[in-house]
């Protein structure tokens, strides 16, 4: 199947700084990426929709100036967390669609695990 | 009300036991339905998609109902290595909802 790489797999930064997260598709365009947040013991909570060179989409209640998000080409798109404080500290996980294929399986990243102090 | 339901478990049951468990959705628009496997800490990885006539895959069996929107996976046979969260996704499109999943630990 089709690989998505993301990067770093951790971080731990202190509160006030920011971390970038990178979600790249290895072997296919992707012209549109979806960037998650999973807490413990509960579900993929959609973020936001990167779309490559246009603005993200962003789900209800996630604050854009805070998380951004940029897909500068056809195999990145990267998730900016600003300004992170202890209650960003969550795994994030992005997932791309390979749309030579005929179904809709979603390909993830390994996933970061963000830890503010 | 919650787009996707799960019972969360866990469900611990003996190696070669079979186990089997439901997932609820509530959004009707939903077009593809899937089972996704996520062990700790890692991403989420395709078991099988779930089609209007039921399907097998070796030791899993899943099962959709349109008319009373619940899905359900059925493991036979439980190996070890079955231990993990099952995810009930569901899809319009490219957009996925994820229920909370369903823990399923496998003992020896």
């Known amino acids: 199947g089709a690989v998505v790489s993301q990067h770093p797999s951790r971080v731990i930064c202190k509160s006030g700084t920011s971390v970038k997260i990178e979600c790249r598709s290895l072997d296919f365009q992707a012209t549109t990426m979806f960037w998650y947040r999973q807490f413990p013991k509960q579900s993929l909570m959609l973020m936001a929709t990167s779309n490559e060179g246009s603005k993200a989409t962003y789900e209800q209640g996630v604050e854009k100036d805070k998380f951004l998000i940029n897909h500068a080409s056809l195999t990145l798109s990267t998730l900016t967390v600003t300004s992170a404080h202890p209650e960003d500290s969550s795994f994030y996980i992005c997932?791309?669609?390979?749309?030579?294929?005929?179904?809709?399986?979603?390909?993830f990243g390994q996933g970061t695990r963000l830890t503010v102090v | 009300r919650k787009e996707v339901e799960q019972d969360p478990g866990p469900f611990n049951v003996p190696e070669g036991a079979t186990v089997a468990f439901n997932c609820t959705y509530s959004n009707s628009a939903s077009q593809s339905f899937f089972w996704y496997r996520q062990d700790c800490r890692k991403e989420p990885k395709l078991l099988m998609s779930?089609?209007?006539s039921g399907n097998e895959d070796g030791r899993f069996t899943a099962q959709l109902n349109r008319a009373s929107q619940y899905i359900s996976l059925l493991i036979r046979d439980s190996k070890l290595s079955d231990s993990a969260t099952y995810l009930c996704v569901l899809g319009e499109g490219y957009k996925l909802s994820f229920g909370a999943g369903t823990t399923v630990t496998v003992r020896a």
């Open positions: 779930v089609y209007s």
């Open positions: 997932s791309a669609h390979d749309p030579a294929q005929s179904n809709t399986e979603a390909f």
